[in-house]
């Protein structure tokens, strides 16, 4: 791939490796990790720390608070359907709103991950983690919909324009490619 471009996976690798965590022993906690590290682009030390005090219904929907790099607070915009799951996962589980929903460390989370994209028939992208293909691959499909560089560049909580920019660089290559994928000279 050429410089620049942001390796990443597509919805449809996404949504089965969901199912495919989803699947055994701890399966629905594995399932909401895949999702949460997707939909709200998160670092895996970020995903880890969410507890259901940090899930916010505001009047525009919902959000978390994490505690990001740097250790630096932040605010990121999730599914109000995802927002709902982890919630009632929370209360099934008899979480308490200060405790952590996945009461898992990094590595623990990368054998899941792992384990999942193997069993799934997923092959990562080379030059990013197995975790970490989740952040990439939830900030490409939000700025897929929502065509708004800097609305993902506060979802990622970048400081700087020029790494989200990378995000944007590779969903136009992608989308160039399929337009001219639509010439046809008849020969």
Known sequence: MSAGYVPHLDLDDIKRLSETA???????????????????CLRVSEAIRIR????VKSPT???ISVLGKGGKYGVVAISASLAAQLQAYAYRHSISP???IFDINRSRAFQIIKAAMDKAGIIKPDGVGAVHVLRHSGAIERLRRTSNPRATQDQLRHKSALMTLRYLKTLSHEESIEIQQQVDFGW
């Open 22 to 40: 989803g699947q055994g022993r701890n399966g629905e906690r594995n399932r909401l990790l895949v999702q949460i590290l997707f939909d709200g």
């Open 98 to 100: 200060d405790a952590r």
């Open 52 to 55: 259901p005090q940090d899930i």
């Open 61 to 63: 929907g919902w959000h």
